[in-house]
């Protein structure tokens, strides 16, 4: 049986919704939806898509080295913007990491995020090889 790994950020918010920054299962993690929310609870790069989005990223990046992982092993990602026409600076920040990863990729516009500073949300599967 595969041992459930929870991985915290230490955000106040986990315990209030209950969630985690990462799962890990098995060769499996789940990374959470990820803004650009400091430690302290402020928002990073408000007005600017391409630091939210590289700020989100760095934080994933975090997680998978706290699960056992780096960026290497992201097979999918899924970037939740709240305004597609700024898709270029986001894919740019995006490209910065994964430029010779290639993970399979969606960027969907929604309506809104927690706050309406936020304009990027992105999470991320990873698939650690054994």
């Given at each position: 049986m595969?041992?459930?790994?929870?991985?915290?950020?230490?955000?106040?918010?986990?315990?209030?919704?209950?969630?985690?920054?990462?799962?890990?299962?098995?060769?499996?993690?789940?990374?959470?939806?990820?803004?650009?929310?400091?430690?302290e609870g402020k928002t990073v790069g408000v007005n600017n898509p391409y630091e939210q989005a590289r700020y989100a990223l760095a934080k994933i990046e975090k997680a998978l080295q706290a699960a056992g992982a780096?960026?290497?092993?992201?097979?999918r990602t899924r970037i939740f913007v709240t305004d597609i026409s700024k898709w270029e600076e986001i894919g740019r920040a995006h490209g910065e990491f994964f430029r010779?990863?290639?993970?399979?990729?969606?960027?969907i516009e929604v309506k809104g995020l927690i706050s309406p500073e936020l304009m990027v949300e992105i999470e991320v599967t990873a698939l650690v090889s054994i």
């Open positions: 595969n041992k459930r790994i929870n991985i915290s950020s230490g955000a106040k918010w986990e315990d209030i919704v209950g969630y985690s920054r990462a799962v890990r299962v098995g060769n499996t993690i789940e990374v959470a939806g990820t803004t650009a929310v400091d430690e780096s960026m290497k092993d992201v097979v010779e990863i290639k993970p399979a990729a969606s960027m």
